[in-house]
């Protein structure tokens, strides 16, 4: 009875049926959209090049977080539906999940957001989260070498965000 | 005594110090910038040596005070002491640091180490790395030249994060 088995879908490298390969994204926006990283782990199916997926996904998630800031029903006053919201205003949004995937996101109060991605069947993730920001400020912006607003070329934070992952898959 | 700041304010505060004479007082004459940044580490080495050594008797020989800047010194500074001390008995000393605390989190940028371009204008990382490494050289020189010794530091940064600083004694 199995309806699945066999269908993976094109493109697909090794796959076999039954195959439960996790994926792991993760994604560093800054304030301004300039995508700061993007690794991943385990990514089965590629549908678009990467400039076209950096900048839907930092699109996908400034609207998302108007748009649930908008309808929250618990705060009274709101806003114009089109005004951009700072990174403190509003309910915060952690993370929205489909049968195949789900989105952690974290935004801090300086607009750096981390957006990952793993398998529907991860908890909440919101200490994974704050300790990839950690990392992040431990390994980057703490580095002489490392002009802020560009993409992280950084050797120890890639490591060590690395070593990390590979303990929550 | 008592005052107290965070460390990542002492750490933001050199790294801007570095790159503000490396890459905008004196971008074209690396060189100045290097003299001046040394210049600026011998002076807190002066003050500090003076803070570290007010309840202790004067030191016996050369030997002794780069013993005090190995352990003391180093330990009220970068809160370990140094690793390896060499010398060859004739006024050179060795001090390695093997985990020196202000070149932990840098991360030499692999791509610019491997495209040794000479028309690039931004400063390699192995450049600023070695301006950075200039101040704790004053530091160091400083702090001799307080306690009696002239002498000049030098610093080498063959593998990050251990460094080593050669100390040569004027005779």
Request: aromatic share 10%.
């Amino acid at each position: 009875m199995q309806f699945f088995s066999g269908s993976a879908p094109p493109g697909r490298g090794a796959g076999g049926p039954g195959n439960n390969a996790h994926m792991h994204m993760l994604y560093i926006f800054n304030r301004a959209g300039v995508c700061l990283l993007y690794r991943e782990w385990n990514r089965p199916l590629r549908t678009l090049d990467p400039q076209q997926d950096h900048k839907l996904m930092f699109g996908l998630l400034f609207s998302l977080r108007s748009f649930t800031a908008k309808i929250d029903p618990t705060t009274a006053e709101k806003g114009n539906l089109g005004v951009p919201l700072l990174p403190g205003q509003g309910c915060s949004f952690y993370s929205f999940k489909t049968n195949t995937y789900q989105l952690n996101f974290m935004e801090t109060p300086s607009g750096i957001k981390l957006i990952l991605l793993t398998h529907s069947r991860t908890g909440d993730q919101k200490e994974s989260l704050k300790y990839i920001y950690n990392l992040y400020v431990e390994y980057v912006v703490k580095n002489p070498l490392y002009v802020p607003g560009t993409p992280i070329q950084c050797d120890l934070f890639t490591k060590n965000l690395d070593q990390y992952v590979r303990t929550l898959i | 005594m008592g005052r107290e700041v965070a460390e990542s304010c002492i750490d933001g505060v050199i790294i801007e110090m570095v790159s503000a004479y490396a890459s905008s007082f004196y971008s074209s004459k690396p060189d100045l910038a290097a003299r001046r940044i040394e210049a600026i580490g011998f002076q807190v080495g002066h003050q500090l040596s003076e803070r570290y050594t007010m309840e202790r008797p004067r030191f016996a020989d050369h030997l002794e005070a780069i013993k005090f800047i190995c352990k003391d010194f180093w330990s009220e500074l970068f809160k370990k002491q140094i690793d390896n001390l060499k010398t060859n008995h004739r006024g050179t000393f060795v001090l390695q640091d093997n985990h020196f605390r202000w070149l932990t989190r840098i991360s030499l940028d692999p791509a610019a180490v491997a495209n040794n371009d000479a028309t690039s204008e931004s400063e390699s990382g192995a450049d600023m790395t070695s301006m950075l490494l200039y101040f704790p050289c004053g530091i160091i020189r400083g702090a001799l030249n307080n306690l009696g010794i002239s002498c000049a530091v030098s610093a080498d940064m063959t593998n990050l994060p251990a460094c080593s600083f050669v100390i040569r004694i004027k005779a």
